[in-house]
């Protein structure tokens, strides 16, 4: 068995095959023993007739449409059955079953099979003739002849033989092509054979007028005849040569168009990100069920042809709908829906031969009727529409997606089983769960697990292509990898500009930058460099990958090394070497790069930035990765400066312009964080108002712009007694508050009376020899023991300052000839005004 190709039989063929032959093998030895007792006349006869059944089986006529032909043996055998018998009949038959198959195919199996079958038929169908010839004609004498019948009585036998040879021939070959392809018996009978009747009766009518035209005119004369039956057969042979050219035409035209509707169909799907294997998945497993399910020839023809189209109503969905890496909102899902509809209206148009229109349509469905597009609800849900759901559901779930993960082969299982009656035909759901191995072995077979497709341990399947046409196939994928690619490419730019749009910080808008650098180029390091307009260089502020450490912090000018190249010339640079970014060797020889693309970050006349990847591998980066990081950066310098911008109006809008101190609106924020500290530690802190004693005289005698002096250099002189993590905030016009964490209450005391010394001996220089003075007084409050608001402990520590203030003697400061501006009445009216204290002086 080893030495006879047959790996395209299963297990019921084979053992059909090995019966027929082991059967033939017999009837035709019996046959050549029998042939023995022939006399000289008769074994001569029967040379003759082998000779024109070799003759006419290298010429065999092809049945359009199947694998099998006729040729005129079966003339020749009838006459043999006539003349020598039932043996050398079965001696004719088969050796023009074997000549015409060695044409016909190239199998040593069907080479066998044949003349085992035919000897069989012509076995059955002979001795049937000799039975209905002794029955009806009386006829006695033994098998070998019957030449001594008259015409009239032959005629019942003949066609009793003629129509056994028919079914016994038809049907034996059509077992075995049936048990092949798992097909039903007298399917494949009455699509192939039945109409081959008319050859069957054609023969034996030949059989017969050649039977009685030797009977009464004698060999030699219808020897004349046989030109004319050459050139009948031949007629035939030309005819029919023609319709199987024909034949041949329309199933080319027909895969053609077919192979059309695969490759746009397909390309229609990448932009779901759906893979090719994904759609011829689809379709084995859909046709498999639809042939299990004894479906008819045009539903299974519907099937594979609805695999490419189910979803061809996509169109009218958004990439970004169809791709979000998350839940569809009920909006987003109804848009979604219209893919249904609008799929059966565009194939509508197409006039197909076997319903696709239903499963475009249908195909989204449910068992309990809450699918859609028309709500149907079991039986109503035409049949093909349910196994479309089926197969490209359990398919579809395996695949990794934007918004979702893969599912392992058993937990797709259990989702159709979970769905059975609600989502799927629960009967559909349990015939596919019991044939699902041998359906994935026909997948499989043809190479059509693709990386993402997840086996039954639940690894990643990698696709053996075992011939030269699944090698082209797979080339051919290229073309639908650009199409998906594109469509990628279209979604990851249109999802990173609502990522970059919903980000306001700088620091999130780099770290967004750089992940979505990661997902399109590949990079060992990746440097984004902020620029800074008043040092008038770049520093980076976010490094990844590779020697991190030793990047962040690096500072570039425009024109210094590739980067500062960059910057100087607002224009992407990927030509040059990345040991020009470096001034000396700063890695070790393992950790050298030998490739980088810097990419400038700017909008309009303002330079943000840089963006710089470096890669270890060898070769620049290409024109195509150059042009995506282009439109990245495009996207991300808009989004940065959106970010910029924001910075700048909420530190304008927490900061006190005047003193850069943050002000009573920062204040605010300030105090809540650091209430929740308090009661997340237990510890409280307290809070200082600070006031400038005399401030307004300084603003009245010398103008607002020497207050304004005045107001920032007192700032920094009480700015230089707080710790760093302490918090002082303007509040109003030339007061101040400070939070102050984490001291008790003679630290607080010792601290006001610090801060008081050194604003009090402070001097500002107004000109040459005149300089202005301001005191300042202070009052605490503690959180919690004061209050818990901050209103409230401003007014606690506001009376505390006022008492610190009432201590403050009046006088006027200076070395030489001091003059007070106010007279004696001035300083009675001031002496209204609680806490007096160090009164501005003014040295003349």
Not at 6 to 31: C, E, H, P, Q
Not at 55 to 80: E, Q, W
Not at 600 to 607: A, E, I, Q
Not at 634 to 648: P, T
Request: hydrophobic share 45%.
């Amino acid at each position: 068995m080893k030495l006879i190709e047959m790996s395209d039989y299963n297990r019921s063929a084979k053992t059909y095959w090995i019966g027929m032959v082991i059967a033939g093998a017999l009837v035709f030895v019996w046959a050549l023993q029998s042939c023995l007792g022939l006399s000289l006349i008769q074994g001569v006869g029967l040379a003759g007739l082998l000779g024109l059944v070799i003759l006419a089986g290298a010429n065999p006529i092809r049945i359009p449409g199947t694998h099998s032909s006729f040729t005129a043996g079966d003339v020749f055998t009838f006459l043999t059955v006539l003349f020598l018998g039932v043996p050398a009949a079965v001696l004719v038959g088969a050796v023009d079953s074997f000549v015409s198959s060695r044409w016909t195919s190239k199998k040593m199996a069907s080479w066998i099979a044949a003349p085992a079958m035919m000897a069989v038929t012509v076995f059955i169908a002979g001795e049937a003739f000799y039975l209905a010839l002794a029955r009806f004609a009386h006829f006695s004498g033994p098998r070998l002849g019957a030449t001594a019948i008259k015409f009239d009585q032959l005629l019942g036998p003949l066609a009793l033989m003629a129509v056994l040879h028919y079914f016994c021939n038809g049907f034996s070959v059509s077992t075995i092509y049936a048990l092949r392809s798992r097909r039903p018996i007298l399917k494949s009978w009455r699509d192939g054979y039945l109409w081959t009747w008319w050859s069957f009766l054609a023969s034996a009518i030949a059989a017969a007028v050649i039977y009685a035209a030797i009977s009464r005119l004698g060999l030699p004369f219808v020897a004349l005849g046989v030109p004319v039956i050459g050139a009948t057969y031949w007629t035939y042979k030309i005819y029919f040569e023609r319709v199987n050219a024909m034949t041949r035409e329309a199933e080319e035209m027909g895969r053609l168009h077919l192979a059309t509707v695969e490759a746009l169909a397909t390309a229609i799907d990448a932009k779901d990100q759906t893979t090719h294997f994904h759609v011829r998945r689809v379709q084995t497993y859909a046709a498999g069920l639809g042939k299990l399910l004894k479906l008819s020839e045009m539903e299974i023809a519907a099937l594979n042809a609805g695999a490419y189209l189910h979803d061809v109503g996509k169109l009218a969905v958004p990439d970004h709908i169809l791709n979000k890496p998350g839940a569809l909102t009920p909006a987003e899902f109804e848009k979604t829906k219209v893919h249904a509809v609008v799929g059966a209206e565009i194939l509508s148009r197409v006039n197909f031969p076997y319903p696709v229109l239903p499963i475009v349509r249908h195909h989204h469905e449910r068992w309990d009727g809450s699918g859609y597009p028309d709500g149907l609800q079991g039986e109503e849900i035409p049949v093909t529409a349910r196994v479309m759901a089926i197969a490209d559901c359990f398919d579809s779930v395996g695949e990794e997606r934007p918004f979702r993960p893969g599912m392992t082969r058993a937990q797709a299982i259990e989702m159709l089983r979970k769905e059975a009656g609600t989502h799927f035909d629960p009967e559909l759901v349990s015939l596919f769960i019991a044939n699902l191995d041998n359906l994935e072995a026909a997948i499989d077979a043809h190479g059509l697990m693709d990386e993402k497709h997840i086996s039954a341990t639940g690894g990643p399947i990698v696709p053996a292509f075992r011939d030269v046409e699944s090698i082209a196939t797979n080339r051919s994928l290229e073309a639908y990898d650009q199409i998906r690619n594109a469509h990628r490419e279209g979604y990851a730019l249109y999802e990173m500009a609502r990522t970059f749009g919903s980000s306001l910080e700088v620091k999130n808008t780099l770290s967004v930058l750089v992940d979505k650098v990661g997902h399109i180029v590949p990079f060992d390091t990746c440097v984004v460099y902020l620029y800074d307009d008043t040092k008038g260089f770049a520093s980076a502020a976010l490094a990844v990958g590779l020697n991190a450490e030793v990047m962040q912090g690096r500072c570039v000018a425009p024109g210094e090394g590739v980067t500062g190249f960059a910057l100087a010339n607002r224009r992407a640079i990927s030509q040059l070497h990345p040991r020009l970014d470096f001034r000396e060797s700063q890695f070790a020889p393992a950790d050298e790069y030998r490739s980088m693309a810097s990419l400038p970050l700017f909008k309009g006349d303002l330079l943000l930035g840089a963006l710089s990847i470096y890669s270890m591998a060898a070769g620049k980066y290409s024109d195509d990765q150059i042009r995506l990081l282009e439109a990245v950066t495009r996207l991300a310098s808009d989004a940065l400066a959106n970010a910029v911008h924001h910075a700048r109006a909420e530190s304008n809008a927490l900061t006190d312009p005047l003193t850069s101190l943050p002000n009573a609106r920062c204040l605010h924020v300030r105090f809540e964080e650091e209430v929740a500290r308090s009661r997340r530690t237990n510890r409280a802190f307290q809070v200082i108002m600070l006031d400038l004693d005399e401030f307004k005289l300084v603003n009245d005698t010398f103008g607002h712009k020497i207050g304004d002096r005045m107001l920032r250099e007192v700032t920094g002189l009480v700015q230089a007694q707080l710790r760093e993590y302490d918090f002082l905030a303007r509040y109003a016009g030339d007061e101040f508050v400070a939070i102050l964490p984490d001291l008790t209450a003679e630290q607080v005391t010792e601290l006001c009376e610090r801060i008081e010394k050194v604003v009090s001996t402070f001097s500002l220089q107004v000109s040459a020899d005149t300089y202005a003075r301001v005191g300042i007084s202070v009052g605490a409050a503690v959180f919690g023991e004061h209050g818990e608001s901050l209103d409230q402990l401003l007014i606690a520590a506001d009376q505390a300052m006022y008492r610190a203030k009432s201590t403050h003697k009046i006088g006027l400061l200076g070395p030489v000839n001091v003059e007070s501006t106010y007279s004696q009445t001035d300083a009675e009216q001031t002496s209204d005004i609680p806490g007096n204290a160090l009164i501005t002086g003014l040295i003349n």
